[in-house]
């Protein structure tokens, strides 16, 4: 889980369960679709952490690392 837990903040904006635990996985999913008030909350905030994965933020991100590394040689 170390991946995506870079990415997710579980029952923040998203859920996090343990490799290959398909029973874990199984009660997440049934979890989630009993509990529909909290999916949209959990839904609204990962769509508002996705942006800081814009495609225009990632190229100032490269573009500025590469400058800076650039300049450092």
Same mark, same amino acid.
């Given at each position: 889980?170390?991946?995506?837990? *870079? %990415?997710? =903040?579980?029952?923040?904006?998203?859920? /996090?369960?343990?490799? $290959?635990? @398909?029973? *874990? %996985?199984? =009660?997440?999913?049934?979890?989630?679709? /009993?509990?529909?008030? $909290?999916? @949209?909350?959990?839904?609204? =905030?990962?769509?508002?952490?996705?942006?800081?994965?814009?495609?225009?933020?990632?190229?100032?991100?490269?573009?500025?690392?590469?400058?800076?590394?650039?300049?450092?040689?």
């Amino acid at each position: 889980m170390d991946g995506p837990r *870079e %990415l997710i =903040n579980d029952g923040y904006n998203g859920f /996090l369960v343990p490799t $290959n635990n @398909e029973g *874990e %996985l199984g =009660n997440k999913i049934v979890e989630v679709l /009993l509990n529909k008030e $909290n999916l @949209e909350i959990v839904s609204k =905030n990962s769509k508002e952490s996705m942006q800081e994965f814009t495609t225009d933020k990632n190229e100032k991100s490269w573009r500025d690392f590469i400058l800076k590394n650039k300049r450092n040689r």
